[in-house]
């Protein structure tokens, strides 16, 4: 099993509908969780970092379930340019620094 | 401006050969990263360092090699012993300290090696 996983996708949606993806992880001593978005051949950059009360940014939530072990990101009324790769990372077993992504879902938005 | 720098963007290199990858930061973060990602594929961890002289290998490590000389610069050699080196490379940087939770990785913009 991989330390962290998501469903690649492709998500093809239209403008304006809400759409979730959910990660898990098999270590439950992990401590920290992010969502990252990705362009085209460009580098991730950082969308949410994942509280354990749940954040919300605009029109995008994110949330953690330790019980279940996974973290999932809801995005609402979906725009053209939210058209990207959509990649979780998490830093297992506490205090070792390491941060492992997930294979990225992929959200298509179509007009 | 701070931020981390990865040189050079595009990288053409012979099979056989080694190569060493750049990669600077100046937010005075402890740990670096290096991630290879292949088309269509997530990211791979390398090598990673918590600490300067410190680091670990990560899930890929065979054929690669790092140092952490300075706080500020973590390079990643791809040896001729990694069988398909040709990818994107990445390199990130996140506040840690021992006993701490790690805060958000920042990344370069990456390195395209291309061996032929």
């Known amino acids: 099993r991989k330390e962290v996983e998501q469903d690649p996708g492709p998500f093809n949606v239209p403008e304006g509908a809400t759409v979730a993806f959910n990660c898990t992880y098999s270590?439950?001593?992990?401590?920290?969780f992010f969502w990252y978005r990705q362009d085209c051949r460009k580098e991730p950059k950082l969308l949410m970092s994942?509280?354990?009360s749940g954040n919300e940014d605009g029109r995008f939530t994110a949330q953690l379930n330790r019980a279940s072990q996974y973290i999932s990101l809801l995005i609402r009324d979906s725009k053209l340019s939210d058209s990207a790769t959509y990649l979780c990372?998490?830093?297992?077993?506490?205090?070792?620094?390491?941060?492992?992504f997930g294979q990225g879902t992929t959200l298509q938005v179509k007009p | 401006d701070g931020g981390i720098t990865q040189s050079p963007k595009y990288l053409f290199r012979k099979e056989g050969q080694n190569v060493t990858l750049s990669c600077e930061q100046n937010?005075?973060?402890?740990?670096m990263y290096w991630y290879r990602q292949d088309p269509g594929q997530g990211l791979r961890l390398i090598y990673y360092?918590?600490?300067?002289?410190?680091?670990q290998k990560g899930d890929i490590a065979e054929g690669y090699s790092v140092s952490r000389e300075k706080k500020e610069s973590f390079p990643l050699t791809v040896t001729s012993a990694q069988k398909n080196p040709t990818a994107f490379y990445l390199c990130?940087?996140?506040?840690f300290g021992r006993g701490l939770m790690n805060t958000e990785a920042f990344f370069g913009q990456g390195t395209r090696l291309t061996v032929v």
């Open positions: 990130a940087s996140s506040i």
């Open positions: 270590n439950s001593a992990s401590q920290s």
């Open positions: 994942v509280y354990s």
């Open positions: 990372a998490v830093n297992l077993v506490g205090n070792t620094g390491k941060l492992i």
């Open positions: 937010l005075n973060h402890d740990a």
């Open positions: 360092s918590q600490i300067v002289n410190d680091f």
